[in-house]
């Protein structure tokens, strides 16, 4: 028995920041940002809009998607690193919001990465035989962490995601994964403040350690490294080349990033889902948004192999193949 996806959903807000307005704030260009990542614009949360909020919209649709009614919902993961508070956990709103009065949850935190750890622990619930469903959202709020006077990061990020229902399959789902953590890479992408290490203070704020900061270039090489590796062995893991991959949904972190993984892994152009353009990096939103976004154009079709891969900060990285369908 394999947990497999029956529902799939992506949320992405309404308001959008482009190149163009980030011209007006920071010393960049619209070239620049595209020639070296591939982002053309973010989209960015209301005033009034939490992660919660978008990550209600996310559930209320996979919901109507799905045969189940809130109150048979069992599981609800939430993946982010932008709650809406220390406690309660996202995942709590997100229950009481949908009336899921049956289920039990928590937020998972694991960066970029998220969503594919978040698949991999709902799986094994379901795979245990004592769950017969869960709900798995993947999302960020990153423009609530972002320096907009630091132009190294703000044009990186938006905001967004996106989730899916895991239900028992005999014949469809996840097949294989492997996920990795390397803690030493911890301080390449970090938000120093704000955390019991270094609480809130008024200096914190002054210094902007309560925003992320990144040391770009080692990321970008880790990332590269991290993503191809860990692609190549469950492929090889599975006796899979390239070749017999449908689609590949990588983490939209730099197109450059997942140009380099899908050359290393022999996965041809036409074959990779590259949606960084229109939302750049939403941590882990981006995969979950690939994925609804494939099945709605009609690329992702139930038997297709999928490939998932990722990296993000911890460092945390992983990959996971899915035969799709339920
Ligand atoms: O999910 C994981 C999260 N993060 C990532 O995956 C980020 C991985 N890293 C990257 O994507 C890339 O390293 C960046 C996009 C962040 C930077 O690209 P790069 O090709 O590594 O550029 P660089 O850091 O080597 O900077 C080249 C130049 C520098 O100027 P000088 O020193 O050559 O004069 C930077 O100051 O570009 C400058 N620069 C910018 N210029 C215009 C840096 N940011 C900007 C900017 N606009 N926004």
Same mark, same amino acid.
């Given at each position: ?158 905001? /967004? !995601? #996106? ?5 028992? @399959? ?8 492997? *996920?990795?953590? +390397? $803690? ?8 120093? /403040? !704000? #955390? ?5 203070? @008024? ?8 925003? *992320?900061?990144? +040391? $770009? ?8 490294? /991290? ?100």
């Amino acid at each position: 028995m394999k947990a497999s996806i029956s529902s799939t959903s992506h949320y992405a807000p309404e308001k959008t920041l482009t190149n163009q307005d980030l011209e007006k704030i920071i010393d960049t260009t619209d070239e620049w940002i595209k020639t070296r990542t591939g982002i053309e614009k973010r989209h960015i949360i209301g005033e009034n809009e939490a992660t919660s909020d978008m990550a209600t919209n996310i559930a209320l649709d996979l919901l109507k998607k799905s045969k189940l009614d809130a109150k048979q919902i069992e599981l609800i993961i939430v993946c982010t690193v932008t709650p809406d508070h220390f406690a309660p956990s996202t995942a709590a709103l997100v229950q009481n919001n949908i009336g899921a009065s049956k289920a039990w949850g928590y937020d998972l935190s694991a960066a970029c990465t998220g969503f594919l750890y978040g698949l991999e622990t709902g799986a094994k619930f379901i795979e245990s035989g004592k769950y017969n469903n869960a709900m798995i959202i993947g999302l960020d709020s990153m423009s609530t962490i972002m320096d907009y006077q630091d132009r190294n990061v703000c044009v990186l990020f938006g905001d /967004g !995601g #996106g989730g899916a229902i895991l239900e028992k @399959s005999n014949r469809y789902g996840i097949i294989d994964s492997l *996920l990795r953590m +390397d $803690g030493s890479g911890g301080k390449f992408l970090i938000v120093p /403040g !704000g #955390g019991s290490r270094m609480p809130t203070t @008024s200096k914190t704020i002054e210094n902007r350690e309560h925003f *992320l900061k990144q +040391d $770009g270039k080692t990321i970008f090489k880790f990332a590269v490294k /991290g993503m191809a590796d860990v692609s190549e062995e469950i492929l090889r893991k599975n006796n899979l080349s390239g070749d017999d991959i449908d689609l590949f949904i990588p983490h939209q972190a730099n197109k450059r990033i997942i140009d380099a993984a899908a050359k290393r892994c022999g996965i041809s152009q036409d074959k990779v889902v590259i949606n960084i353009n229109e939302y750049g990096n939403t941590t882990a939103g981006t995969i979950p948004i690939a994925i609804n976004e494939s099945v709605i154009s009609g690329r992702l079709c139930r038997g297709d192999i999928l490939l998932l891969a990722a990296f993000g900060a911890g460092f945390t990285w992983g990959s996971m193949i899915i035969r799709w369908g339920n």
